[in-house]
């Protein structure tokens, strides 16, 4: 969020500053702060928790997601 808002996209809404200071105090738990909380678990629970690890890297990709219609797609 810090280089969207130095890029001079922004205010930034409330949620995603409060989003941001999550993950900043979260520091190098994310992953295993992913893994306890309810949706981890429900991941973990519905056969999908190596899935968890994918979201937990940072700077591996290349390409941003974006939503259209219903499903996300490579920008």
Known sequence: M????TAGVGPASPEAA????AY????RSLGKSLIACASGQELISDGFGSEIALAAQENVSTKVPVLVGESFRAA
Do not use: E, F, T
Not at 2 to 5: D, F, G, K, P, T
């Open 2 to 5: 810090n280089a969207l808002l």
């Open 18 to 21: 409060a989003a941001a200071a």
């Open 24 to 27: 900043r105090d979260l520091g």
